[in-house]
Structure formats: structure tokens, C-alpha cells
């Protein structure tokens, strides 16, 4: 039987949204370079960094105080910066030249989407809101998984080590030793298609158990990709979904 009810799947999402956006506004603050447009570079990049450390200044401050206003119960003063944090975000992600990547789009997406349904009423607007995010996770996890499974190199086994080289991702050292143990990289591999399908494929069973095991293994997968990776923004920005997952599942099921 589900005890999860709208009221509590929407104050476990916007907290977490909350949390997120405090996160990567945090994080922004820490990385300037990604306002520059790396293929015409602006003259006035002083500027332009004094404007991208005031943003993001501004929309930590904004998370912050929102959160506080929610767990105050102080609705219009909610709305009103939940909106405002929104505005800001949606801002600072049309003015990004580089390093957006799913987090940012399901973290845009769940700010706008539910300060959209801010205009119907407490109930409606709760429970459409988390269906979205909800619907929205189940999508993305649906098409990463599928598109890793179609990949011959996912497939072949072959893909982390030379991820874990790069740059942006790299640790030199996990790098080496999955090059030196061929058989664990195609096991992780395979690990990440699978734990990323499981949760689709069992959003389609009539049980709950098996929906919550495939949750928190997709967690734990974001666990270590952030721990790998660097990805901790994946990490702090999908369980926004969960919720609206196990609650859309019941209402379908009738569990």
C-alpha cells in the first residue's frame, strides 16, 4: 500500500529542487569561464565575469531565502521567490555557453513547470507538477538507457576508460586499471544500461518493490558518477522525480 500523498511527494520535490539550485548556483560561482562563447569571444570579459558571479550570487540568495520561506509555510512570499528564482535560472541558462547537460535541463524544466502550475489550484497544481518532473525523468532515464544499449560502444564494453581520460572526467587512476581489467569495465557498462533501464521497465509492473529497488540503484549509479565523474549535479537534480514517480505508479496501478 503507498503512503506516499501529493502534500508530502511535492514538499520531497521542491525541496530537493531547492537544494539543487543552491548547488549549482554555488558551483557556478566557483567556474566564470563558462560565460565565455568559446567560438567568438567577447573584449569585455571583465565584464562579463563581474555579471556571471552577481547572477548566480543572486540565485543562491534566491534559493536560500525560498527554502526558507517553504518550510516556513509562507506561501506568497514562496510563489513569489520561487518564481523569481526561476526567472533568474532560466536567465543564467540561456546566457551559458558551455557545461549544460541533463541536470540542468531537468532542473530548468522542474522550476518552470511548477511555477506554472502555481496559477491552479493547491491540489491540482501539487499534483500535475510532480507528475511532469515525474513523466520527465522516466523519459530521460527511457532514452539514455536506450541509446547506450544501441551504442556498439557501450555494447563492447569499451566506453568508461577512455570517459575517465578525459579532461572534463578524468581520473587518471580508475582510468589505468579499467584499461589493465577489460572484463569490470564491460561490467560497469552493462551495470549503467541496465540500472538506467530498470526504472522504466519497472514502472510498468503492477508492484512496488521492484520500482524502489530500481530507484535506488539509479541513485546509487549517481552516487558514483559524482564520486567518479565530477557529476554531483546529477546527483542533487533527478531525485527531484522520484517522488512524482512513485506517486504517478500508484495512481496508474492503484496501489
Excluded at 511535492?10 to 543552491?22: D, E, K, N, P, T
Aim: aromatic share 12%; charged share 10%; net charge positive.
Amino acid at each position: 500500500m503507498n503512503h506516499l500523498t501529493i502534500p508530502v511527494a511535492y514538499q520531497m520535490s521542491v525541496a530537493i529542487i531547492l537544494v539543487s539550485a543552491f548547488i549549482s548556483a554555488t558551483e557556478l560561482l566557483s567556474i566564470p569561464k563558462l560565460y565565455l562563447n568559446f567560438v567568438l569571444p567577447s573584449t569585455a570579459i571583465k565584464n562579463k565575469r563581474r555579471t556571471w558571479i552577481i547572477i548566480h550570487a543572486i540565485q543562491a540568495s534566491l534559493a536560500f531565502l525560498t527554502c526558507i520561506a517553504f518550510f516556513n509555510a509562507a506561501d506568497i512570499y514562496f510563489k513569489v521567490l520561487f518564481v523569481t528564482l526561476t526567472a533568474v535560472t532560466l536567465y543564467s541558462y540561456r546566457k551559458r555557453q558551455a557545461g549544460k547537460d541533463g541536470s540542468d535541463q531537468m532542473r530548468m524544466l522542474a522550476l518552470l513547470s511548477y511555477s506554472i502550475c502555481f496559477l491552479l489550484k493547491n491540489e491540482q497544481g501539487q499534483l500535475l507538477s510532480v507528475f511532469f518532473t515525474g513523466g520527465q525523468a522516466l523519459i530521460s532515464y527511457s532514452t539514455s538507457g536506450m541509446v547506450k544499449l544501441m551504442s556498439p560502444h557501450w555494447r563492447g564494453g569499451n566506453v568508461l576508460a577512455g570517459v575517465l581520460s578525459t579532461y572534463s572526467y578524468g581520473v587518471p587512476k580508475v582510468s589505468s586499471f579499467l584499461s589493465a581489467h577489460p572484463l569490470l569495465e564491460k561490467a560497469m557498462c552493462y551495470s549503467a544500461i541496465v540500472t538506467m533501464l530498470a526504472v522504466p521497465v519497472t514502472f510498468l509492473l503492477p508492484y512496488q518493490a521492484p520500482l524502489f529497488i530500481a530507484l535506488v540503484c539509479i541513485f546509487c549509479f549517481h552516487v558514483s558518477t559524482a564520486i567518479l565523474m565530477g557529476l554531483n549535479d546529477f546527483l542533487f537534480t533527478f531525485p527531484l522525480a522520484y517522488p512524482g514517480i512513485i506517486l504517478l505508479h500508484s495512481v496508474i496501478f492503484g496501489i
